[in-house]
């Protein structure tokens, strides 16, 4: 079938959507001997498509693996890291270091909680286009007394990069003497939104921890473990995007946690 090169570069685990336009634009890419452009279309049945002279086979397309990890502090969210720092691969067995697994959006080293992984560059687009609503949910614990004003003010909206934000629903969890804790559901991921957000309101962020991406949360998931996702858990983040559509076919899918690797 005929489709947009880095469609086909995501279906069959090379890299998400994004990376492969990426990966396209830098040159890295040729079908039949050519050097591949942005927008270009093939079908892998009949056209010899390359990434970096490694031949995509057309008839070894990947299982597509959809799976939730639980992130600890200090792992990054990417498959590799030139620092040398714990990536989401040192959660995950081997067998599957190899078939295009990568993060679906991200958490910085210093925050915790629900991470998605999937090699389905499709899903990773529904549910990391901008233009999508899959909500996600966040305890936090912030130092000091957090005001009504300020809450107020977050849930309504606060200006970053010359551009307000969505509104966001926040709630108090707890309060003490010298912290207070609140759990914020966004639907939208701006670059470390909610510290920016936390510092423009006067508040330091001391844990920040994402419990569920839509529907999906971590339950009883141990941190360093990932368990992959169920068909009914795929169908609804897919239902709570933007756009109708239905799992992949191939999906793998389990309902046993894993310990890391």
Avoid at 106 to 131: E, I, K, M, Q, V
Avoid at 194 to 202: N, Y
Avoid at 204 to 218: P, Y
Avoid at 222 to 238: H, N, Q, V, W
Wanted: glycine share 8%.
């Amino acid at each position: 079938m005929v489709d947009r090169l880095q469609k086909i570069l995501s279906q069959y685990g090379v890299a998400s959507r994004r990376q492969a336009e990426q990966l396209i634009a830098a040159g890295q890419v040729q079908v039949n001997g050519e050097i591949a452009h942005l927008g270009q279309r093939a079908d892998p049945q009949r056209d010899r498509i390359e990434v970096n002279h490694q031949l995509i086979q057309a008839h070894h397309r990947p299982t597509q693996h959809y799976l939730l990890l639980h992130k600890p502090l200090g792992m990054v969210s990417t498959c590799a890291d030139p620092e040398g720092r714990q990536t989401v691969f040192s959660a995950l067995p081997a067998d599957l270091h190899h078939v295009g697994i990568h993060p679906v959006g991200r958490l910085d080293a210093y925050s915790t909680g629900a991470l998605l992984l999937t090699n389905d560059g499709d899903f990773t687009f529904r549910l990391t286009h901008p233009r999508h609503d899959v909500p996600k949910t966040y305890w936090l614990r912030l130092e000091g007394n957090v005001s009504s004003a300020a809450l107020a003010a977050w849930r309504q909206g606060i200006q970053l990069d010359q551009q307000l934000t969505r509104p966001a629903q926040v709630r108090v969890l707890a309060s003490g003497p010298t912290d207070t804790q609140i759990e914020v559901i966004l639907q939208e991921g701006r670059n470390r939104q909610i510290r920016r957000v936390a510092q423009i309101l006067g508040y330091r962020v001391l844990d920040l921890h994402r419990v569920a991406v839509g529907s999906v949360g971590l339950s009883n998931l141990r941190a360093g473990a990932y368990r992959a996702l169920s068909t009914d858990e795929i169908k609804a983040l897919l239902d709570q995007s933007s756009v109708s559509s239905t799992p992949s076919a191939g999906l793998s899918r389990s309902s046993a946690s894993h310990s890391p690797s």
